[in-house]
């Protein structure tokens, strides 16, 4: 299939762990790139947000898709730091929707799991009622609703779950806690009451190529298929890797949250995204030897 397409796509957010992740390794050659961080090689562009530049910028670089990345998406900072938070996740956000809006523009905006409560025995889809005390998961379910009360449908909203690279360094799921163990680290007081379904960001940057290239729109959730609590996670981890020298400690995800109220039980349904564009998830093992050589 040709991917010389009559689109130029501008990537928001580009600087973050997702974004830098599909700026490298998305296959829509011909992206136009933004960071709000410098780049030290000028790869990618850095422009004032200011609402008739933006506009300009958007025609004439005949913008006709747009990814939204860009978030504070750490519920810890989100929860310290209340009014940067709403600043960059709901009050930056909205004003950038209202001009993709009034130019019909698609966009995608990056929502999350954590519109959940995470009660037990629920499985999570596109329809059922978000619900989260989370501050974050309420920024996210703000956006929303903000977008529904728009009566637009030229968008797309992805509810993201954990997701994981390959890359040691990338201070994600797995990554982290082997970075951790090559430190020196050994005893690892792990969550056993937090469940969810973690994807491998290489899935993700498929299903966004995938996404702009169709422009498909609606609500999807984005998860991988394996789900499990993250202590078990961890502990699949070590054993498939041969690690033996650890210690792995149960405990519960209050002994982190700091009333954060982080959900227990995130079993999203990926059921509407497998039927629409047919992915395999990637099982998380065959992601760990590219992590630890």
Request: with cysteine.
């Amino acid at each position: 299939m040709s991917l010389k397409l009559s689109m130029n796509n501008l990537i928001i957010g580009s600087s973050g762990k997702i974004g830098f992740y599909y700026s490298q390794r998305t296959k829509l050659k011909n992206n136009i790139f933004v960071s709000r961080k410098k780049d030290k090689k000028n790869k990618f562009l850095k422009f004032n947000f200011g609402k008739i530049i933006f506009k300009n910028f958007l025609k004439k670089k005949k913008i006709s898709r747009v990814v939204i990345f860009t978030a504070i998406s750490d519920p810890l900072k989100c929860e310290m730091n209340k009014k940067e938070s709403h600043n960059v996740n709901i009050i930056f956000i909205k004003k950038l929707i209202d001009i993709l809006i009034k130019e019909n523009i698609y966009f995608i905006f990056f929502s999350s799991e954590y519109i959940f409560s995470g009660r037990d025995k629920v499985l999570y889809k596109e329809h059922t009622k978000p619900n989260s005390r989370m501050l974050y998961g309420k920024q996210k379910i703000e956006i929303e609703n903000y977008i529904k009360k728009k009566k637009y449908n030229n968008f797309l909203v992805l509810r993201l779950t954990k997701t994981y690279g390959d890359n040691i360094n990338d201070k994600t799921l797995f990554s982290e806690t082997l970075k951790q163990y090559t430190n020196g680290k050994r005893l690892f007081e792990v969550a056993n009451d937090q469940h969810f379904k973690p994807l491998y960001v290489n899935d993700l940057i498929k299903i966004l190529d995938y996404f702009l290239r169709k422009r498909i729109t609606g609500i999807f959730n984005v998860c991988g298929d394996q789900y499990m609590s993250r202590f078990n996670f961890i502990r699949m981890m070590f054993k498939f890797l041969d690690i033996n020298d650890i210690v792995l400690k149960k405990c519960s995800i209050k002994k982190f949250d700091n009333k954060i109220y982080f959900p227990k039980k995130l079993n999203l349904s990926n059921k509407k995204i497998k039927n629409k564009i047919g992915i395999k998830f990637t099982n998380f093992t065959k992601v760990l030897k590219k992590i630890y050589v």
